[in-house]
């Protein structure tokens, strides 16, 4: 067949985003590791997250790791694992001063103490009041992150495979044995054999119309898991971000409202005092999403449009800070140090220059809180039982742990990354240092290479990005901020129209070096099989939870649905779907108090 050639490691790890970077630094302490990317390792999304990593330091006011927990709990709407949510807060405090330690440059407190700040859905649990929780490098915290742990990596002499778009994973039972990739600059594929795998491959926001998440945020790693039997677990709990620039989804970070901004709307009311009289403008994700969604549907919108006013001019904004024991109010300096990125993106984009006018925003498509089941040490689960892929583990956005639940508070997803990403490089190193290599089965390439011929000859008609909008349209109107039965099933019966049409795609460029086009339209085919996923299990949930909002069934149920999904699809490909038991712990279910 083609020119496959193959490569022998102890350990591959796919993703070189903060899940995978971290993973990798550890797992390679010991083990034989390639980190596979599709992307250059800095270009990764965890690059673009801006506002900060959760950890209960408590650096400027009494703070506790069990106040975190529970405010991940309860913003979890009770659906997060309590043993995995206790690992995260737990372990949060140690691994943000180990990156501190690595040299990542936090802003700091005046007495040299990282800098923290409030973030939403983060409290002091006695006072209700916010916390500062938020680990900050201005608005740049990802960036610091990912460039921090890449130059360790390269300081450790992990081995990088740069713009190797990972396609396949080499299973044979209960066990894998490596995956198979394209590179990106000659078209080959190449066959990586491995004791151990792991999937640090990202989110799929690219489902959306409107998302925060980047062009390369189209699921792989989940769809292939899918592919190869593996369940994908809570995929009807994806989260909108209540703040994407109006039109283009890229995120304002909920730092901004952490610094005081406030959410208005056309009559020039901070509406948020309605929905969620205590916390206000910081409430959960969810909440405010919802709350933006039904100011616009009760024409509030500014201008009858679908977008409010998020707003942090120093006029407006009642938000004091400390400098040299003094209290100021915050100002256009202030603003420029603590949210460069956000100014810079508002007037770049927009023309709007945030110290001095409001800025458009509107929800945008921003985390997946459901993905490919693992316990606390990253190891993939393959049913309710809990039975294990041996060999196989998960981390970062494309796994589910699950600490998220139904809605993941902000600034946890980065704690995730590097709590579950160590946990899972450890675990991996310690696995293969007992672990046999088990031979590949033959010819183990030959079917992925023909799909990806069939995509490359196919004569049909259809445009790969014709359908891309289609799906992300059905998406938007059906499986969004709010859904019904009615058009959750109308946007299945779009996708299965869609899953047809894919059959009869044609991809121009027909060549081999650096070939976007046949890659796209492969991801595509992730994207469609993922956004179907998400219909499924979100039409059976009957109950509102989360950032899973059902307008025919606006309670939340716990007597029936205080319980995990599990998709899977069937040789056939139907979907077919199991529920296993969320792990409770100290915090018992309560009603939802905004
Ligand atoms: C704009 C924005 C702002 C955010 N701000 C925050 C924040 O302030 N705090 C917070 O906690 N969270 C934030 N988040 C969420 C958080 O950044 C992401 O959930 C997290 O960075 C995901 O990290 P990851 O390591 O799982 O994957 P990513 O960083 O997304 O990296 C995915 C990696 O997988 C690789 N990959 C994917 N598919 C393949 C394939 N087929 N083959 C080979 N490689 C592949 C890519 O090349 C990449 O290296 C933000 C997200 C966005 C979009």
Same mark, same amino acid.
């Given at each position: ?17 903060? +899940? ?10 010991? +083990? ?50 309590? !043993? +995995? ?24 407190? &005046? #007495? ?6 409030? $973030? ?7 006072? %209700? ?21 890449? %130059? ?15 396609? !396949? ?54 769809? *292939? ?53 205590? *916390? ?21 919108? *500014?201008?009858?449009?679908? =977008? ?51 800025? &458009? ?33 998960? +981390? ?16 946890? @997803? ?16 310690? =696995? ?24 490359? #000859? #196919? ?12 799906? %992300? ?6 499986? @969004?901020? $709010? ?58 949930? %009957? ?13 939340? !149920? ?16 139907? =979907? ?10 100290? =915090?018992?279910?309560? &009603?939802?108090?905004?």
């Amino acid at each position: 067949m083609a020119n496959v050639k193959t490569h022998t490691f102890d350990a591959v790890i796919v993703g070189a985003g903060g +899940a995978g970077l971290m993973a990798a630094l550890y797992a390679s302490r010991s +083990a034989n590791v390639a980190v596979l990317s599709k992307l250059y390792p800095t270009r990764s999304h965890t690059g673009a997250a801006q506002g900060g990593v959760g950890a209960a330091l408590g650096n400027m006011e009494e703070d506790h790791w069990e106040w975190h927990a529970y405010d991940t709990v309860k913003g979890s709407d009770y659906l997060a694992d309590q !043993d +995995a949510v206790d690992v995260l807060c737990k372990e949060a405090i140690d691994v943000v001063i180990e990156m501190e330690h690595m040299g990542l440059p936090f802003d700091r407190f &005046p #007495n040299g103490r990282i800098s923290q700040r409030r $973030f939403g859905g983060h409290t002091n649990n006695e006072t %209700q009041k916010p916390v500062m929780r938020a680990c900050h490098a201005a608005d740049r915290t990802g960036h610091m992150i990912l460039q921090t742990l890449y %130059q360790q990596c390269i300081k450790h002499n992990v081995n990088f495979y740069d713009e190797y778009q990972v396609v !396949d994973l080499i299973r044979v039972g209960d066990q894998v044995r490596g995956v198979i990739a394209i590179e990106i600059a000659t078209g080959d594929f190449h066959i990586f054999h491995s004791k151990a795998v792991m999937f640090a491959t990202g989110g799929w926001g690219r489902c959306w119309e409107v998302t925060s998440n980047a062009h390369s945020l189209t699921g792989d790693g989940a769809a *292939i898991c899918l592919r190869r039997g593996i369940p994908l677990q809570d995929m009807e709990f994806f989260q909108f971000h209540p703040t994407g620039i109006f039109k283009l989804g890229i995120l304002i970070t909920e730092g901004v409202r952490g610094e005081g901004g406030v959410l208005i709307n056309s009559e020039g009311e901070r509406f948020m005092k309605r929905y969620a009289p205590t *916390i206000k403008d910081l409430a959960s994700r969810d909440v405010v999403s919802r709350a933006i969604y039904l100011e616009v549907k009760a024409g509030r919108g *500014i201008g009858g449009k679908n =977008y409010v006013h998020l707003d942090i001019t120093p006029e407006t904004v009642n938000h004091y800070f400390e400098e040299d024991g003094e209290k100021r109010r915050i100002d256009r300096d202030y603003i420029e140090a603590k949210l460069p990125d956000i100014a810079d993106f508002t007037r770049t984009y927009l023309g709007v220059d945030p110290v001095k006018e409001p800025m &458009p925003v509107q929800p945008t498509a921003h985390y997946a809180m459901g993905g490919i089941p693992t316990d606390v040490d990253g190891r993939i689960l393959l049913n309710a039982n809990k039975d294990i892929l041996n060999g196989m583990y998960a +981390a970062g956005e494309c796994a589910c742990v699950s600490v998220h639940g139904a809605n993941r508070l902000g600034t946890n @997803s980065l704690t995730d990354l590097v709590v579950f990403g160590r946990r899972a490089g450890k675990h991996m190193a310690e =696995y293969v240092q007992t672990a046999p290599l088990e031979p590949l089965p033959d010819n183990v390439a030959d079917d992925i290479i023909a799909r990806f011929e069939r995509i490359r #000859n #196919n004569t049909g008609s259809v445009k790969p990005y014709e359908l891309r909008q289609q799906m %992300q349209r059905a998406m938007t109107e059906g499986v @969004s901020v $709010f859904r019904t039965e009615e058009t959750i099933n109308e946007a299945l019966e779009k996708l299965q129209q869609l899953r047809e049409a894919y059959g009869s795609i044609q991809v121009e460029d027909k060549s081999k070096q650096f070939n976007s086009d046949l890659l796209e339209a492969w991801e595509l085919g992730c994207l469609l099989e993922l956004a179907e996923v998400t219909a499924v299990s979100a039409v059976a949930r %009957q109950e509102s939870r989360g950032g899973h909002a059902r307008d025919d069934f606006p309670e939340r !149920d716990d007597e029936k649905w205080l319980k995990h999904t599990l998709c899977h699809k069937d040789a056939d490909g139907t =979907y077919r779907l199991t529920y296993k038991p969320v792990t409770l712990g100290r =915090y018992e279910p309560k &009603p939802r108090v905004y």
